[in-house]
C-alpha cells in the first residue's frame, strides 16, 4: 500500500465496500495527498452524507460524521459554527446533494460558509443498485429511466456559481493531480467551495452512461471528452468543462459576516462621546 | 454504576413572570447551551426569537437554517463540535425532525429538542393547544430505540424541566425531547430563574454504548449513523453485533429508569380514584381532586407546579359540593417517556378507578392500561383544543363511578 495512505487511513476497517475499478479511491487519495501536504491533519473533520460518495472519509483516521441522506451540508455547518476555527471537508454525491440535499446545498452555498463540498458525481444512485440520479444525461437507461431518462440534468457546479458559493471547480477521475491540488486550494479558500468530480462507476453507470463498463476505457474517455476551462473560453457542446470555474476572494465569509454584523450592532448601540453628540445635534 | 443522584436547583433564585417559551428559553442559557438552530413555527416561535438575542448575549452562537431537519443536522453538528445544543418546533416541524432524531439516538448524541405541541395532523390547528403528539415522540422515528422526554405543566416547569432535559441528555448521551404544549408555551407566570451557568455533567462511561469525543480532542472519532461497535467500525451487515448493539441502546435507558423517573402525586395517600395526567391537562386535573374536596387555600400545590390555582371552587356554596362522595387524588407523571411502570404501578396499588385526561384520542391511557392490572383505567379524552375544566372531569368521573357501583 501507498506509504501516505497507510498512515491516513483505518486500516482495521479495510477492505472497503468499493467495486474493483471504482473511481472515488482516486478521489480519497487526491484529498489525503491534499490534507498531508497542508499539515491539517489534526485541524480537520470530515462530514458525509449517504451514498457511495460518503463513504469516502469513513475509511480515514480523522474526526468523521457519516450523517443521514442528503443532510450532510447542515450537519457540517453545525459543527463549523461551533468550531469556527477548524476546516471541514464534506464528501457526498450527486443524489445526496442535488436531490435530496438540494435546498440545504441553496442555503450553504449562499451563506457562503466555509466548508470545503467535495460532489463525485457518477451519475447514478450506484448503492441502490444504479437507478436514475439528478445528474443522469438525459436519454441514459438505468433500472428506474428503462426507456432512457426524460429529466433533463443539474450541473451542481453551475447551481453552486449561481447561489453564490466562491470557489467551484470540476475535475475528472483522470485528472488526479490537478483535482489534489484543487482540494487543497478549496481547503485554503475562505469561504463556500464546491468541488465536481465526474467519476467512473463501472458497476451502475458504466454500460448506461459510457456504454461500457470498463473502468479504463470509461476513463480514457473522461479525459478526452473534458478541455480544460480558462476564463472567456468558449467550451463546446458535449465536452466536460473542467478547471477552477469560478474564484471569488472578495466576498465575506459568513461567519466573518456573523461577526462584522455583530460588532456594528454593539458599536452603534454604545453611549456616543459627547463631540459626535453634538454632531447630530 | 453511579448511585442515584440529582443536583438540587439552587436555592436562592430570582422571582419574575415569564411566557412559558420564555423560560425554556433562559433555562437553556443557564443550563449551557451555547448553540441554537432552529426555524420559525407556531406555537414555539417565541422561543426562536428569544434565543436569536441571548446566544449571542451568552456568546453562544445562533442560526436561523432553512427548514427543521437542517435546525435538527445543525445541533447534532455542533454537538461534536463541543457545543451544548438545543432547537425548538412544533407539530409539523417535530414530524420533520425525527430522522436526525433517531440518527442522535443512535449516535448517542445529547440534544434537546423542545417540541411546543399544536393540534394536529398536518397543519391542523396551529394556534390552539394538544397532546397528540405523545406517541410520536417515543416512537416517531424508524426503528427501535428508547427516547428520554419529560412534559411540563407550568412556566416554573417549563423553566426546571429545560435544565432537566440538558442533565439527562448529557449524562445518558441520547437525544431527550421537552414535550410541552401551546398552553404552557404561551401562558404567563411567576417563575424563579438562576443567573450564571449550571455545571452539567458528561456522560458516565457506564451508559455509553459506543464512545465517541467531541471531535478535535485528537481522538479520531468516526460517528455512524450505520450500527457500529465501540472503536466506530460498520458492523450493520453483522446480525448478532447488531443485536446486542441494539440491545444495549435499549438497556442504556432502561436500567437506569429509575433516575429518570420523576411522578408526582397530589392527596394520594388514602385515594381509591386516581386521575393521571401530564402536561397542561395537569392543571385542571389538579383543580378538580382539590375541587371534589373542597380546598380553597392552595394547600396540595407543590414547588415547581404551584400555577395559578383558582381559589375558587366550581360551586359557590362549599356545602353543595356534589363531588364529596369521590375519593380522588392525582399522579403527575412529568417523565413521561420512558413509561415509568414500576412507580404508577406503586402509587396506584390501591385504586380501584385510574382516569387518564387527555388531549387526543386516548393515546398514553393505552400504556396506563397494559401497567395497571388491578384497577379499571378510563381514558378521558378531549378533541379541538380546548383544556379539560376540573367540573368536566368531575362529572366524567362521577358518571363512571356510579355505573359501577
Redesign the interface.
Known amino acids: 500500500m501507498n506509504r501516505l495512505m497507510e498512515r491516513y487511513l483505518?486500516l482495521?476497517?479495510l477492505p472497503t465496500l468499493f467495486c474493483p475499478g471504482c473511481g472515488n479511491g482516486i478521489v480519497q487519495q487526491a484529498f489525503v495527498t491534499a490534507v498531508d501536504k497542508l499539515g491539517i491533519r489534526?485541524?480537520i473533520?470530515c462530514?458525509s452524507g449517504?451514498g457511495c460518495s460518503s463513504w469516502v472519509p469513513?475509511y480515514l483516521?480523522?474526526?468523521?460524521?457519516?450523517?443521514?441522506h442528503g443532510?450532510a451540508l447542515?450537519?457540517?455547518?453545525?459543527?463549523?459554527?461551533?468550531?469556527p476555527d477548524?476546516k471541514i471537508a464534506v464528501f457526498t454525491g450527486d443524489g445526496d446533494c442535488l436531490a435530496i440535499g438540494g435546498?440545504?446545498f441553496?442555503?450553504a452555498c449562499k451563506r457562503n460558509i466555509d466548508l470545503a463540498v467535495i460532489m463525485i458525481n457518477n451519475h447514478i444512485y450506484g448503492m441502490t443498485g444504479g437507478q436514475k440520479s439528478p445528474a443522469t444525461p438525459q436519454g441514459a437507461a438505468t433500472k428506474t429511466s428503462p426507456w432512457g431518462a426524460y429529466d433533463e440534468p443539474i450541473e451542481g457546479a453551475d447551481l453552486a456559481i449561481c447561489m453564490g458559493a466562491t470557489y467551484v471547480a470540476r475535475w475528472t477521475t483522470a485528472h488526479p493531480v490537478q483535482l489534489e491540488k484543487s482540494i487543497e486550494a478549496a481547503i485554503k479558500h475562505k469561504g463556500f467551495s464546491f468541488i465536481e468530480v465526474i467519476a467512473q462507476c463501472p458497476t451502475q453507470s458504466g454500460k448506461s452512461v459510457y456504454g461500457d463498463k470498463d473502468p479504463a476505457f470509461i476513463m480514457k474517455k473522461l479525459k478526452e471528452n473534458s478541455v480544460i476551462y480558462k476564463e472567456g473560453d468558449h467550451v463546446p457542446a458535449g465536452k466536460i468543462k473542467c478547471g477552477v470555474l469560478h474564484h471569488d476572494n472578495d466576498k465575506t465569509e459568513y461567519i466573518e459576516r456573523m461577526e462584522t454584523q455583530?460588532r456594528l450592532y454593539a458599536e452603534s448601540k454604545a453611549p456616543k462621546t459627547s463631540g459626535e453628540g453634538e454632531q447630530a445635534k | 454504576m453511579e448511585p442515584q443522584q440529582r443536583e438540587p436547583l439552587p436555592k436562592s433564585g430570582r422571582k419574575t413572570i415569564l411566557q412559558g417559551n420564555e423560560a425554556c428559553a433562559r433555562a437553556a442559557v443557564y443550563a449551557g447551551c451555547r448553540?441554537f438552530?432552529g426555524y420559525p413555527i407556531t406555537p414555539s416561535t417565541e422561543i426562536i426569537e428569544v434565543m436569536s438575542s441571548e446566544m449571542?448575549n451568552a456568546g453562544g452562537?445562533f442560526?436561523q437554517?432553512?427548514?427543521e431537519?437542517?435546525?435538527a443536522?445543525?445541533?447534532?453538528?455542533?454537538?461534536?463540535?463541543?457545543?451544548r445544543?438545543m432547537t425548538a418546533t412544533s407539530g409539523p416541524g417535530f414530524t420533520l425532525m425525527q430522522?436526525?432524531i433517531g440518527?442522535a439516538a443512535v449516535t448517542e448524541t445529547p440534544v434537546v429538542i423542545v417540541n411546543v405541541q399544536r393540534g394536529g395532523p398536518s397543519t391542523g390547528q396551529p394556534t390552539m393547544s394538544s397532546q397528540q403528539d405523545i406517541y410520536q415522540v417515543r416512537y416517531g422515528s424508524h426503528g427501535d430505540y428508547e427516547m428520554i422526554a419529560l412534559a411540563p405543566s407550568s412556566v416554573q416547569e417549563m423553566y426546571d424541566f429545560t435544565i432537566r432535559a440538558f442533565e439527562l441528555s448529557e449524562k445518558f448521551r441520547t437525544p431527550v425531547v421537552l414535550l410541552a404544549d401551546e398552553i404552557v408555551g404561551h401562558m404567563r407566570e411567576k417563575v424563579i430563574v438562576y443567573d450564571g451557568e449550571r455545571q452539567i455533567r458528561g456522560g458516565h462511561r457506564n451508559y455509553v454504548v459506543s464512545p465517541q469525543d467531541d471531535?478535535?480532542t485528537?481522538?479520531?472519532?468516526?460517528?455512524?449513523?450505520?450500527f457500529h461497535d465501540d472503536?466506530g467500525?460498520?458492523i450493520g451487515h453483522l446480525a448478532d453485533k447488531s443485536g446486542s448493539f441494539l440491545a444495549s441502546l435499549e438497556s442504556k435507558i432502561q436500567n437506569h429508569i429509575d433516575e429518570i423517573s420523576d411522578v408526582d402525586t397530589f392527596f394520594m395517600e388514602d385515594a381509591d380514584i386516581a386521575i393521571l395526567a401530564y402536561g397542561s391537562v395537569a392543571r385542571p386535573a389538579l383543580q378538580a381532586v382539590r375541587s371534589a374536596k373542597g380546598i380553597r387555600e392552595e394547600a396540595g400545590a407543590k414547588g415547581r407546579f404551584v400555577g395559578n390555582l383558582r381559589k375558587v371552587l366550581p360551586w359557590k356554596k362549599p356545602d353543595v359540593n356534589p363531588y364529596s362522595h369521590l375519593n380522588v387524588g392525582m399522579i403527575k407523571v412529568n417523565s413521561v417517556w420512558p413509561f415509568p411502570d414500576k412507580e404508577i404501578q406503586r402509587l396506584a396499588k390501591n385504586c380501584k378507578y385510574v382516569f387518564v385526561p387527555e388531549m387526543n384520542v386516548g393515546k398514553y391511557v393505552r400504556e396506563v392500561d397494559r401497567c395497571l392490572k388491578h384497577s379499571k383505567v378510563i381514558s378521558l379524552r378531549k378533541l379541538g383544543g380546548d383544556l379539560h375544566t376540573p367540573t368536566e372531569i368531575l362529572a366524567a368521573i362521577a358518571k363512571e363511578v356510579e355505573q359501577h357501583e
Open positions: 483505518r482495521d476497517a489534526d485541524d473533520a462530514v449517504i469513513c483516521d480523522l474526526d468523521v460524521m457519516h450523517t443521514t443532510r447542515a450537519f457540517a455547518q453545525g459543527l463549523k459554527l461551533a468550531r477548524k435546498n440545504h441553496l442555503h455583530l | 448553540f438552530a449571542v452562537t442560526i437554517m432553512e427548514d431537519i437542517a435546525s443536522c445543525a445541533i447534532v453538528g455542533a454537538r461534536w463540535g463541543g457545543k445544543s430522522e436526525t440518527f471531535f478535535f485528537g481522538s479520531n472519532s468516526l460517528v455512524e449513523g450505520q472503536m467500525r460498520r
